[in-house]
């Protein structure tokens, strides 16, 4: 069919009129049903081009044969948007409001208008500077987090894409947006320079992510399963706005600059058909989720940064965090040799798109820099919004993807095997509205693009996991029994292979050491949170004795004073006290009472201070307990709810056994009563005969009778008439005797047979009655059943009642004794 349809096509499109029909539509703000318009024209011109049938063709088998072995997934899009960098109530903010839709997507209605004109009401004007006011866009997305969202929101958007690169599939999430829209805090977190206590909510998703792979290891793995887990940090850096800069920012050379790795190439991936690698990283292994969070900072450490108008460390250049995990289950339902996955997930901090004339450098001097860099990074941006818009527009085969590294190394979300989530990040501000009509005009565009998602199963031979195992294995070979018939290794010998074979241990990744090492990781965060704890203690037990030091010291310098001031003057003192008045005497003693009273409140404060410090440890103390009894009601809860969740699944099978016993008793009862209906039939027809009998034989009695009065005339007659014989009279009266006794046997004959009919027809009236008996007892006994599984149901759902309001007492008593405002249970 598609030979023949492209045997029919006219002539090549006109391309140039195809991007213009598409630049109008875009710019027209028609919104979604305007894009669906214009890409289902560009898809019905495409397919009448027909320039290289056969390449259609074989194309055509190919996504044929795919859609048939695995569902195509769309890229995930979810919009995020940053607080204000004003104060709280700045009007001049855009209004975004979301409607839900079916099948998991939602509508933002972004109005730049409201802003405006909060702006101009406070300002005392009535109309804009351009004279005209922006139109409202609708967009479509996934999801929306608002300025009051967390770091744990988005990434519970994010995880199921980690749990796909678990299971052997690949993944990919990115961060695309302006400059200080918020990016970098959304992948990484802030900054580690900022401070030593970092606050646990702000980690990004790098960090969440490292942990959600070992919980997976830890829960869902097998007791034989192993994993092998290891990181690189790329950067895609452009100074000159031209060339693009490879930068593996986990290596480092001699003079610890960075180090532009000229190895660096990207290439086909040979695993993965339609996908690029870049060849020359260093991979680094992952042992736990600090070493994972280790190699982040280290390599945004050496990322280029620059201080701009719009953020204080804007990105400069594009990073890569890709994480390969190894899964090598060893049990196999078929018998078959052991299999390794290999997942891969790229974490992609894009660097922010940004306007030369907005924009500028903090320092004059790095302004020609920050344009060269501005370039470069809008150059990369572009590549990816052409390929993304050639892949919507049908053009699957010449989508420019070569045209940049980075749509190299995304190849596979555009269009690949990857699964994919794009955060579009953007701000409320409404002097930035036109980029953030970019932002989610592009996030919306990556909505279209579709990935065929497939689990990735490599060689043996290529599989780092395996490699390792063996080379584990024999290291402990050797240190028990030693190769090639030596004896075993000693002294540094020994231990060098024994601190190999730790290290190669502890690559290995198994249910029991990802446990391990999430309760280490639990532990060391209950020691910092110890650390700090005691910190604190210790700085105010320092500022403490400092000002009561500094008291002591005062009141030893007022002492010394009055000393001396006595010493000094004794004389005088003598000569003044005979001849003063009690005035001067008094002043003394005031000043005596003042030094007396100021120490007093010193050892007040003092007190007070120290009586504070007991009450904040008490606090302290209380809340651990207030926790630990939440944790333990909590599970008392959990437990009470899965009794409650089992006896609804017993009430549950309880009432499909009732309502199978149910429909049994139905078909039974189906099958009496075409049983009794059948009968009914039988007594109508058995009626019927036994009445057409009745008069048969009533017929034939009374032509019997006649047939018995008529011999009786005729032998009367024959009697009358004379002469006859004796012998021959004798013989025709035998004769008609034997008929009248013939005749009088069948008539007996036929009452017996009608004396049996009507006894058959009683039998069936019984059958019949008692049928119908059954029936009403069946009825009966169905409503019974209806009714109890019906009270059993009420109760079930009245004790689910009960628990969810015992539930949110508990958790309105907890937040109430923490003193933090209680959350709507969900």
């Not at 195809?18 to 560009?42: C, K, P, Q």
């Not at 003693?589 to 409140?601: C, L, P, S, W």
Request: aromatic letters at 2%; glycine letters at 6%; a negative charge.
């Amino acid at each position: 069919k598609l030979l023949a349809r492209a045997r029919s096509l006219r002539g090549p499109m006109d391309l140039a009129q195809l991007r213009r029909n598409r630049r109008a539509s875009l710019d027209s703000g028609a919104g979604t049903t305007s894009l669906r318009a214009g890409a289902i024209v560009e898809k019905n011109r495409l397919r009448r081009a027909g320039t290289d049938v056969l390449g259609l063709a074989a194309e055509a088998d190919v996504q044929k044969e795919v859609i048939e072995t695995t569902p195509e997934v769309a890229v995930n899009v979810l919009v995020r948007c940053r607080p204000h960098i004003g104060a709280k109530e700045d009007p001049e903010s855009i209004a975004i409001t979301l409607e839900k839709n079916k099948g998991g997507k939602a509508t933002l209605t972004v109005d730049p208008c409201d802003g405006m004109e909060a702006a101009r009401s406070m300002a005392g004007t009535g109309a804009s500077s351009s004279g005209r006011n922006p139109k409202v866009r609708t967009f479509r997305c996934n999801a929306y987090c608002n300025e009051e969202a967390k770091q744990e929101d988005v990434f519970s958007h994010a995880s199921p894409v980690i749990d796909q690169v678990m299971e052997g599939s690949n993944g990919t999430i990115f961060c695309y947006g302006i400059t200080g829209s918020g990016k970098t805090f959304t992948m990484s977190g802030p900054p580690q320079d900022l401070g030593n206590a970092r606050d646990p909510n702000d980690e990004g998703i790098v960090q969440r992510a490292a942990i959600r792979i070992f919980e997976y290891i830890r829960d869902n793995s097998g007791a034989d399963d192993m994993f092998a887990v290891e990181a690189s940090f790329l950067e895609i850096y452009s100074g000159d706005g031209v060339r693009e800069t490879l930068v593996d920012l986990l290596a480092a050379d001699t003079k610890g600059a960075q180090k532009t790795a000229p190895s660096l190439e990207v290439k086909q991936d040979p695993v993965i058909p339609n996908a690029f690698c870049c060849e020359g990283l260093l991979t680094v292994p992952i042992r736990s989720p600090e070493e994972m969070c280790e190699v982040l900072h280290a390599g945004r450490r050496r990322c280029a940064y620059m201080e701009t108008s719009k953020n204080t460390l804007s990105s400069r250049s594009h990073c890569l965090f890709m994480v390969t995990v190894e899964h090598l289950s060893n049990k196999q339902s078929n018998g078959d040799a052991p299999t390794v996955r290999r997942g891969k997930l790229m974490l992609v901090d894009l660097a922010g798109s940004e306007s030369l004339k907005k924009v500028a450098a903090a320092k004059e001097g790095d302004e020609e820099l920050r344009r060269k860099q501005a370039i470069g990074i809008n150059r990369v941006l572009s590549n990816l919004g052409s390929v993304v818009n050639n892949l919507n527009s049908g053009f699957a085969n010449s989508t420019g993807v070569r045209n940049s590294a980075l749509t190299m190394l995304l190849r596979d979300c555009l269009g690949g095997s990857a699964r994919a989530l794009l955060v579009a990040n953007i701000g409320p501000e409404v002097d930035s509205y036109h980029e953030t009509f970019g932002t989610l005009t592009f996030a919306q565009q990556m909505m279209q693009v579709r990935n065929v998602q497939r689990t990735v199963v490599i060689d043996n031979a290529k599989s780092n996991l395996l490699q390792i195992r063996q080379r584990h294995e024999e290291v402990i070979k050797r240190l028990k029994e030693g190769g090639g018939g030596e004896a075993p290794p000693e002294g540094e010998e020994r231990q060098k292979l024994q601190k190999e074979m730790e290290d190669l241990g502890q690559r290995l990744l198994t249910r029991n050491s990802a446990a391990e090492t999430l309760v280490q990781t639990q532990k060391e965060h209950s020691r910092r949170i110890e650390e700090l704890r005691d910190e604190v203690h210790k700085t105010m037990s320092t500022q403490l004795e400092s000002m009561r030091e500094q008291t002591l010291r005062d009141m030893a310098g007022i002492k010394e004073a009055i000393e001396n001031k006595a010493r000094q003057g004794a004389d005088a003192a003598e000569q003044l006290f005979r001849n003063a008045n009690e005035e001067k005497h008094q002043i003394v003693q005031n000043q005596i009472k003042t030094a007396v009273e100021a120490r007093r409140v010193v050892e007040s404060d003092s007190n007070a201070l120290r009586l504070r410090l007991v009450a904040a440890e008490q606090k302290v103390q209380t809340l651990e307990e207030l926790q630990k009894d939440f944790v333990r009601e909590r599970g008392e809860v959990e437990k009470e709810r899965r009794d409650l969740r089992e006896q609804a699944d017993e009430q549950y099978r309880r009432l499909a056994g009732i309502e199978a016993e149910t429909q049994r008793y139905k078909v039974e009862a189906s099958v009496q009563g075409e049983e009794v209906k059948r009968l009914t039939q039988l007594r109508t027809q058995d009626m019927a005969a036994s009445a057409n009998e009745r008069e048969t034989w009533a017929t034939s009695e009374a032509k019997l009778a006649s047939d018995v009065s008529r011999l009786k005339e005729a032998i009367a007659r024959e009697t009358e008439r004379p002469g006859l014989s004796e012998a021959g009279e004798a013989g025709r009266l035998e004769r008609l005797q034997a008929r009248i006794e013939e005749l009088e046997a069948s008539s007996v004959k036929q009452k017996d047979d009608l004396e049996k009919s009507l006894k058959i027809q009683a039998d069936l009236e019984t059958e019949i009655s008692e049928g119908r008996e059954e029936e009403d007892r069946m009825r009966q006994i169905y409503e019974d059943e209806v009714l109890r599984a019906d009270d059993d149901v009420d109760e079930a759902h009245t004790k689910v009642q009960e628990l969810t309001t015992m539930l949110l007492e508990i958790q309105k008593s907890v937040m109430h004794a923490t003193g933090k405002p209680a959350k709507t249970a969900r």
